[in-house]
C-alpha cells in the first residue's frame, strides 16, 4: 500500500514529463485501437462478401465436381440430405450449375448459370439484399434473371433488357430462350461479377433439362460459436458420400490473407510501440538517475530492492493505466464514429476492385471488436513493462551509502 | 465450368473435314526426300479445302455417357470464307442456324427467333458435350503454316499399303495440339487414320475415316468418327449422306436474312 503512495506522489512529481510520456504512450494506443477497428471491419466486409455472399461457410459436392464440373454430376436425393443438414442444426441452400453463352445485341459472353432455391438461399447467404439495380429473383417470374455487375456491362444490359441465353441441356440439346434482366447485382466477386446469370431453380430445371438432383449445397452455421473445422468434420461424418469443403478450404488464398492480415496488425502494434517503448525507457531512465541519492536514503531507511523496483513498476504501469485511460477516450469514440460513418475511399478505388477473387468494399468501416481494443491495450503493458525493466532493476541493485552521495 | 458454347466448331468440323480430305486430283511428283513429299502432300490437301463451293447434308450421331443422339444438317460453302449450317431435324432444334462469312460468326435461334453474333474468342472455346475440340475452328488457317510434316512409314499395315506422316507444330504456330498423325492411302491418299496428341504427347483423339465412295464426282470417306481417348465408350460419327460441289451459289445464301429465313 505504501508502495502504491509512493508511486501516486512520484506521478504527480515530474510533471511535464510525466505526461508526455502518458501523452506519447495514450496516442500511441489511441492510434492502434483505430487501425486494429479498421482493420478487423475491413476484414469483416471481406468475409462477408466471400462467405455471406456467394461461397457460405461450407459446400457441398458430389466428388470430383469441383475439379471438373459438369452437369451430370449431382447430388441426388437432395431432399433428404437437405433434411439431415436441418436436422443436424446447419442452414442450407442447394444450387444448380451450368456452363453458357448470354447475348445481347452484339455482345455476347461466356457465363455461369446459376439456379437458386429463392427460399433456402435467404438463410445461407445476402445476395437478395445485394441488388446494385432492379430486384433480386422471383419465383411467380419465370423470365427475370438477376446479373452480376461486369457481365451486365460486358453486355451492355440494363434492367428491363432482354437477353438470350444458349446452352447445351442435360440431353444435349442446344437450350436456348429469351429472358429479361431483372436485377443487377453488386460486386461480389470476380466470379459472379464476370460469369454469374442467376434465374430460379424451377427455371434452370427447365431451360437446362436437368428433372432432379443439385450441383452444390452452401451450408452455414446456426451457431457461430461452433469451431470452422470441427463443423466441417461433423459435416464430413453426416455426408459421407459427398465432398465437404469450409470457406477456408474453397478459399485458401483469402484464408492465408486473413491470417497474414491479422499478422500485420501485430507487427502494427510492434513498431508502434517500439517507439513508445524507447521514450519510456528514456523517460524512466532519467527519473531514476535524478532521484538515486533519494533512493538511496530510502534503501537507508530499510526499503528491500524488491520494494524499490515494485515501486518503479507501479510508478510506470500507473502511468500506463492513465495513458490507457485517455486512449480509450480518444480511440473508442473515433473507432465508434467510423463504424457508423465509413472512410469512403470510392474515388481512389474501382467499383469492381477484388482482392484474391473476392469484391472490397470502398467504403471502409470500423468494427470494434474486443480484439480490436483489448489487443492494442495489452501490447502497450507488455512492451512498457518491458523498458522499465532496466531502471527498475538499476534502481534495485543501488548501494545505499554510494547512492546518497551520488553527484 | 466457364466454357463457352460454340455450336460452331462442330459445324465447322464438318465443313473443314469434308474437303480436307479429297482425294488429290494430281499424282506426287517423282520420287524426292521423304520431308519434301510430306509437304507436297500437306500441300495439296491444304489447297483441296478450297472448294469454290459445295452443299451437303450429313448426319451426326453424338454419344456419350449421358445421351445419344442424332441430327442432320444442310451444309453450303463457298470459297474459304463463307457457309452455312442449317440444322433439319430433331424437331426440336429444327432450323438452328449458323453462318461464317469472314471472321465473322453469327448464329439463329428459332425458339427466341434473335441472332447471336459470336465473338472471335468464343470461337476458339470447346463446343460443349461434343468431341471435338477449339483447335477444329482454326482449320481456317493452312495446316502448312502451322506444322512441318514428316513420313514416318511408308510400306504395308494391315494388308494395305499405306503411308503415315507426322506433322509438327512449328515453334510460334499458336495450335493445341502437339502433334498430328496422320495415316493415308498410299495410293490415292485417302485418309485412314488422324492421331492427336496433345502437348504431352498424350494421344487425345483419334479421327477414323470409312466408307469410301464416290460424292460429288469426288472419291472420300462418307463417315468421319471421332473417338475421344479419355472417355471410353464415347464417340461422335459424321455421315456424309449428300455432297455436292463447284456449284453456282448464290452470294445472298449467306446473308444474315437468308439465316433466318426457315
Redesign the interface.
Known amino acids: 500500500m505504501q508502495i502504491v503512495f509512493f508511486a501516486l506522489r512520484n506521478f504527480n512529481r515530474s510533471r511535464a514529463r510525466t505526461w508526455i510520456t502518458v501523452g506519447a504512450m495514450a496516442f500511441a494506443c489511441a492510434i492502434m485501437i483505430f487501425y486494429a477497428s479498421l482493420l478487423e471491419g475491413w476484414l469483416a466486409a471481406m468475409e462477408k462478401n466471400a462467405v455471406s455472399m456467394d461461397l457460405g461457410e461450407f459446400q457441398i459436392h458430389a466428388h470430383t465436381f469441383r475439379d471438373d464440373?459438369d452437369l451430370?454430376k449431382r447430388i441426388t436425393g437432395e431432399e433428404s440430405v437437405l433434411a439431415r443438414l436441418e436436422a443436424a442444426g446447419f442452414a442450407a441452400t442447394p444450387r444448380l450449375?451450368?456452363?453458357?453463352?448470354a447475348?445481347a445485341g452484339?455482345s455476347?459472353?461466356?457465363i455461369?448459370l446459376r439456379g437458386m432455391d429463392l427460399v433456402r438461399e435467404r438463410l445461407v447467404t445476402s445476395l437478395d439484399q445485394h441488388v446494385w439495380q432492379g430486384q433480386w429473383l422471383a419465383e411467380e417470374d419465370h423470365s427475370g434473371v438477376v446479373l452480376g455487375r461486369r457481365l451486365a456491362r460486358i453486355l451492355n444490359l440494363t434492367v428491363g433488357d432482354e437477353v438470350?441465353v444458349?446452352?447445351?441441356g442435360?440431353?444435349?440439346?442446344?437450350a436456348?430462350?429469351?429472358f429479361r434482366v431483372r436485377g443487377i447485382l453488386k460486386s461480389v466477386g470476380e466470379g459472379v461479377d464476370r460469369?454469374g446469370f442467376f434465374m430460379t431453380a424451377a427455371t434452370f430445371r427447365r431451360l437446362m433439362i436437368v428433372p432432379n438432383g443439385v450441383h452444390a449445397i452452401v451450408v452455414k452455421r446456426q451457431q457461430a460459436t461452433e469451431d470452422l473445422v470441427q463443423a466441417t468434420a461433423r459435416l464430413a461424418q453426416l455426408l459421407p458420400g459427398y465432398e465437404v469443403r469450409n470457406w477456408h478450404q474453397l478459399q485458401p488464398v483469402l484464408a492465408r490473407l486473413f491470417e497474414m492480415s491479422k499478422i500485420s496488425l501485430v507487427i502494427m502494434l510492434l513498431i508502434t510501440y517500439a517507439a513508445v517503448g524507447i521514450l519510456t525507457l528514456n523517460a524512466l531512465l532519467m527519473s531514476v538517475f535524478e532521484r538515486i541519492p533519494e533512493f538511496g536514503v530510502m534503501k537507508a531507511l530499510g526499503l528491500s530492492p524488491w520494494g524499490l523496483f515494485a515501486m518503479i513498476v507501479v510508478e510506470s504501469m500507473l502511468q500506463v493505466t492513465v495513458a490507457v485511460c485517455l486512449a480509450l477516450g480518444a480511440g473508442l469514440p473515433l473507432s465508434m464514429y467510423f463504424s457508423r460513418h465509413p472512410l469512403d475511399f470510392s474515388r481512389f478505388v474501382q467499383s469492381s476492385s477484388t482482392i484474391a477473387g473476392i469484391a472490397f468494399d470502398a467504403k471502409w468501416y470500423c468494427a470494434v471488436t474486443a480484439n480490436s481494443v483489448l489487443l492494442p491495450i495489452l501490447f502497450l503493458y507488455l512492451v512498457a513493462g518491458l523498458a522499465i525493466l532496466y531502471p527498475a532493476l538499476k534502481a534495485a541493485m543501488l548501494k545505499p551509502l554510494a547512492a546518497i552521495y551520488h553527484r | 465450368m466457364n466454357r463457352a458454347l460454340s455450336p460452331l466448331s462442330l459445324f465447322w468440323v464438318l465443313l473443314v473435314t469434308a474437303t480436307l480430305f479429297l482425294p488429290p486430283d494430281r499424282a506426287v511428283s517423282a520420287p524426292s526426300p521423304d520431308e519434301q513429299e510430306a509437304r507436297a502432300i500437306l500441300l495439296e490437301i491444304d489447297d483441296l479445302w478450297r472448294a469454290t463451293s459445295s452443299q451437303g447434308t450429313v448426319r451426326m450421331q453424338v454419344k456419350t455417357a449421358n445421351y445419344t443422339r442424332t441430327m442432320r444438317m444442310e451444309i453450303w460453302s463457298k470459297g474459304k470464307e463463307k457457309s452455312l449450317v442449317r440444322i433439319v431435324s430433331p424437331l426440336k432444334e429444327k432450323d438452328t442456324a449458323s453462318l461464317k462469312t469472314g471472321n465473322t460468326m453469327y448464329t439463329y435461334l428459332p425458339k427466341t427467333d434473335r441472332t447471336i453474333r459470336l465473338t472471335s474468342g468464343m470461337m476458339m472455346s470447346s463446343w460443349m458435350g461434343s468431341h471435338f475440340t477449339n483447335d477444329d475452328l482454326v482449320k481456317e488457317s493452312r495446316l502448312a503454316d502451322d506444322y512441318e510434316p514428316g513420313i514416318t512409314f511408308r510400306g504395308k499395315r494391315d494388308g494395305r499399303e499405306i503411308i503415315e506422316f507426322t506433322l509438327r507444330p512449328h515453334p510460334d504456330a499458336a495450335v493445341v495440339w502437339g502433334r498430328i498423325v496422320m495415316t493415308v492411302t498410299a495410293q490415292d491418299h485417302l485418309p485412314l487414320f488422324a492421331s492427336y496428341y496433345d502437348e504431352d504427347n498424350v494421344l487425345a483423339r483419334t479421327i477414323l475415316f470409312s466408307e469410301v465412295k464416290t460424292m460429288g464426282g469426288r472419291l472420300l470417306p462418307a463417315v468421319l468418327k471421332v473417338v475421344p481417348t479419355d472417355k471410353p465408350g464415347e464417340y461422335t460419327e459424321l455421315v456424309y449422306e449428300t455432297l455436292r460441289f463447284d456449284l453456282d451459289l448464290p452470294e445472298s445464301l449467306f446473308s444474315l436474312l437468308e439465316l433466318r429465313r426457315r
Not at chain 1, 450449375?97 to 453463352?101: D, E, K, P, R, V
Open positions: 464440373p451430370y450449375y451450368a456452363s453458357g453463352l447475348a452484339n455476347s459472353s461466356g455461369e438470350v444458349v446452352a447445351q442435360a440431353d444435349g440439346s442446344t436456348n430462350e429469351l460469369t
